[in-house]
C-alpha cells in the first residue's frame, strides 16, 4: 500500500518539524510539505536530502488550499492512503500499520483517525460521538468508534472516496476544515473512524486556559475571527450537516463572541475580531481575511 503525508508549514519550528518527520518518514513512501509562509521558509531546505518534496506557495493560501495541492501531488503518485500532518505532531512506532488495520476491520471508510492527546492541557481530548441532536464527546480509551467528526493531524484519508467527497473546501480557509470534511464523508455514506488504541501528541492553540469545568485552546485574534466566521457560516449554510445539528452549532457558537475576547489578550482586539467573523459568517464573506 501506497502512504503518503502531506505537511502544512506556516513559519515553523523547525526542531518540532524534524521531530516529527523522524517520527514517521521510515512508515510511509513519500512526504510532501507544502509551505504556506509568506515569501517562503528557507530552513526547509534541509529536508530536501531526506527525500522529502517540498512545494512552496510563497504566501499563506489557507490551510485548505495547501493540504489540496499535497492530495493532488500525491493522487499524481498513485498513492492508496494520504495523511495530513500538522508541524507539531508526533507518531508512535507502527503508527502507519496500526491505523491501516483499522480499514481492513471497517466498511465505507473515509478516514481512520487517532486518539490523541492535547501537551496544551492537562486533560485528554476525546471523540466526537454521533447523537441525533447533539454534539457529545467521549472519552474511550481502547477500540475503533464511528465519529463525527475530527481534527486533520494525523488523519489517513481512503483515496479510494476521495472523488465522492471532495478535497478540502478553500473558501473556508482555515477552521473547521477538517470538521466539514467530516460532515461531507458522512453525508455520502462513509464512516470517519477514530481507533482509540493508537495515541498521538498533538498541540491545539497557542496555549490554554483553565476555566474551571474546562480548558479552553486559545490562539491569536485572526484565528478567533475564523474559528467564529467559519462556525456560523457552517451553522447557516452548510447542507453537509442535518439541520438539527446546524442549530446546535449555531447557539454554541455564540460562547466564541462571548469567550475569546474575555480570556484573551487583548481583549479588545479580540472582541472587534470575533464580532467581524460573526457578521462575515452571515453575510457569506469567506476566503483570507485582509487585515
Not at 524534524?18 to 509568506?38: A, F, G, H, L, W
Request: glycine share 6%; with cysteine; proline share 3%.
Amino acid at each position: 500500500m501506497n502512504v503518503d503525508v502531506v505537511y502544512v508549514t506556516y513559519n515553523p519550528s523547525l526542531d518540532l518539524l524534524t521531530k516529527s518527520i523522524d517520527s514517521i518518514i521510515e512508515q510511509v513512501r513519500k512526504i510532501y510539505i507544502i509551505d504556506n509562509t509568506p515569501g517562503k521558509f528557507v530552513g526547509l531546505e534541509s529536508f530536501f536530502e531526506r527525500g522529502v518534496e517540498i512545494i512552496y506557495l510563497n504566501d499563506n493560501l489557507g490551510i485548505s488550499y495547501a493540504q489540496n495541492i499535497g492530495i493532488k501531488e500525491s493522487l499524481k503518485n498513485n498513492a492508496n492512503f494520504i495523511m495530513l500532518s500538522d508541524q507539531d505532531t508526533c507518531y508512535p512506532e507502527k503508527y502507519i500499520k496500526s491505523m491501516l488495520e483499522v480499514f481492513d476491520d471497517n466498511n465505507d471508510v473515509a478516514a481512520v483517525v487517532p486518539r490523541f492527546v492535547d501537551s496544551n492541557k492537562s486533560s485528554s481530548d476525546g471523540f466526537i460521538k454521533i447523537l441525533p441532536v447533539f454534539f457529545k464527546q467521549f472519552f474511550p480509551k481502547k477500540g475503533q468508534h464511528e465519529i463525527m467528526q475530527a481534527i486533520a493531524s494525523g488523519k489517513i484519508l481512503n483515496v479510494m472516496y476521495l472523488k465522492e467527497i471532495g478535497l478540502m473546501d478553500e473558501q473556508l480557509f482555515i477552521d473547521w476544515v477538517d470538521f466539514e470534511w467530516c460532515w461531507r464523508a458522512r453525508k455520502n455514506g462513509f464512516k470517519i473512524i477514530g481507533n482509540a488504541d493508537v495515541v498521538i501528541q498533538h498541540q491545539l492553540g497557542d496555549f490554554s486556559k483553565n476555566i474551571g469545568f474546562r480548558e479552553v485552546n486559545l490562539r491569536s485574534y485572526i484565528r478567533h475571527y475564523y474559528i467564529t466566521r467559519n462556525a456560523f457560516y457552517l451553522a447557516l449554510y452548510s447542507n453537509n450537516l442535518d439541520f438539527l445539528h446546524r442549530i446546535n452549532l449555531f447557539f454554541k457558537s455564540f460562547r466564541y463572541i462571548t469567550g475569546f475576547p474575555v480570556l484573551a489578550k487583548p481583549h479588545l482586539k479580540n472582541l472587534k475580531y470575533v464580532l467581524l467573523g460573526f457578521l462575515h459568517g452571515v453575510f457569506k464573506k469567506l476566503g483570507k481575511l485582509d487585515v
